[in-house]
């Protein structure tokens, strides 16, 4: 059996990848006063006071809502919120194994901005934190604003922001193999959906001045028509030359392609035309932009993908379970630009630079160690920012 084959039938096999435990025991009468009626009113009390008093209290202080309304799940589309959820629960799974964070899928049977935002507002208060999952572009970037605004606790859209940090961390420690500074190289993303859009932002706080987006009717610029308001607030920021034409356009001269988009649409002609020891990150999966023999053969330098099966894979299970676990743990209100960059600079220090190498850019993600070093630097910018509340 190939892997999708092994994975169904052991989906068959555990009728579901996450369950609850109790953490208090039932066996007396007593257990069960202590636990629930008449004892659990003096809890419930308490919170009525004070709310804050939720964290400590009940389980809050440590759970996450994992939603998605199913329109951009994995590389498979609009499947609906039913069939996203083997998704979320492996979302679920990986909070709990890499950070210690109890999370629980939430699938929303809408596609409307406002219905979703006022349905995920109104369950907050049971939650520490909100990560927003396989929502499509550009309602995702909607709804994450409104809950931002309307939330007091975090609200995480990890296709965008957890993508965005790992590639920072990856290019980080690419950028010292090949000797290269992030405010000279000339970097382009192609596919300007959640993850791309969410990438350029981070890069250009990361410090990179010369970045050029594309999609798939071409190089994005400033005034363009057609564009979507994601596109249009993006345009702004980047491609500061001017630059029209094709992807094939956009990467000549270029120091780094990330490809956040589609299949076999870069060839070795257009690794070629590339800078001196160019920089590819190509992760459209399973089949990315252009395989990574393909791109060394050509000239890349270092590459990176999202699979597992390749050097370098760059994996957001490093950035999202140990980022809530910092922002649970410091309490803060938001996750802001400047925890998302300390995040980038914590995994980029995981490979000593003696280790560096042109096939060990990133630490593994089944490196335990990950969910601490980030959690810690998370709150250590949630607190030098003034959004820990603990």
Known sequence: MDIREKSLEKHYEWQGKIEVNTRCRIE????LSLAYTPGVAQPCLEIQKDINKSYELTRRSNLVAVVTDGTAVLGLGDIGPEAGMPVMEGKCALFKEFADVDAFPLCVRSKDVDEIVRTIYLISGSFGGINLE???????????????EICD???????????????????????????????????????????GIA????LLNMGVEHLTMVDRFGIIREGDEGLNSAHAEIAKLTNREKLSGTLADAMKGADVFIGV????????????SMAERPIVFPMANPTPEIMPDKALEAGAAVVGTGRSDFPNQINNVLAFPGIFRGALDCRASCINEEMKV???????SMIPESELRADNIIVSALDKNVGRVVADAVIKAARETGVARI
């Open 28 to 31: 007396t009468r007593e257990d």
């Open 134 to 148: 396989d929502i499509s572009a550009p309602r995702c970037f909607e709804i994450e604003r409104k809950l931002k």
């Open 153 to 195: 606790i975090p609200v995480f859209h990890d296709d965008q922001h957890g993508t965005a940090i790992v590639v920072a961390a990856a290019l980080l420690n690419a950028l010292k193999v090949v000797d290269k500074s992030i405010d000279k190289v000339k970097v382009v993303i192609n596919g300007a959906g959640s993850a």
């Open 199 to 202: 990438i350029g932002r981070h």
């Open 261 to 272: 988009s589609a299949p076999n649409i870069v060839d070795e002609a257009m690794i070629r």
């Open 342 to 348: 300390a995040t980038s600079y914590a995994l980029a």
